[in-house]
């Protein structure tokens, strides 16, 4: 989540953002080394995860009786159990980044039903501010720029 657009009580009351159902577990947080050293050392040392080619995702059990995943570093009383060490997906949420034929832009999640409730100049506003980074972090870690899909609205695009 991003403080400078969510209150930290909104979040604790929606909590949408950390279970995924099997259409949306490509959402789930990419997990690079850093990040994966530091789970296991100071958070979670019996965490599993899938090994991709440059970076890791976070295994998830499904729910017996739903098509629904409960991050596995979901506390559902206090929330992530990394606080802001969470990863840069979540850190970012609910911003996305992702390629539109070679262009990397900052996208918006609708996922996210308290954002929608600020203005768009605000939203953008953040967007800005936080671009530096977000191509920054891309640039490291370019299995966090997910291919463009229709209907995510635009924030702002690299120049
Ligand atoms: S979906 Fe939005 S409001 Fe809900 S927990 Fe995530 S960031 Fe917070
Ligand atoms: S790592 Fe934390 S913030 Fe990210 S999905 Fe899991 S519980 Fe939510």
Same mark, same amino acid.
């Given at each position: 989540m991003i403080r400078k657009l969510l209150k930290r009580e909104e979040c604790a009351k929606c909590r949408l953002c950390c279970c995924f159902d099997s259409y949306d577990l490509w959402e789930t947080p990419v997990i690079n080394e850093e990040t994966h050293d530091r789970i296991l050392a100071e958070? @979670?040392?019996d965490q599993e995860f899938l090994e991709l080619e440059d970076h890791y995702l976070l295994k998830m059990p499904k729910e017996p009786d739903r098509d629904l995943y409960y991050?596995? &570093? &979901?506390?559902?009383? @206090? %929330?992530?159990?990394? %606080?802001?060490? @969470? !990863?840069f997906d979540c850190r970012i949420w609910p911003f996305r980044i992702m390629d539109l034929k070679g262009i990397r832009v900052i996208v918006l999640s609708l #996922?996210?039903? #308290?954002?929608?409730?600020? !203005?768009l100049c605000e939203i953008q506003a953040v967007a800005k501010e936080l671009a530096p980074q977000i191509f920054a972090y891309a640039d490291e870690n370019p299995s966090a720029v997910k291919k463009y899909i229709s %209907?995510?609205?635009?924030m702002l695009a690299e120049e």
């Open positions: 958070f @979670k040392p991050c596995t &570093l &979901l506390d559902h009383e @206090k %929330g992530c159990i990394m %606080g802001e060490e @969470k !990863p #996922v996210c039903p #308290v954002v929608q409730t600020r !203005p %209907g995510f609205p635009i």
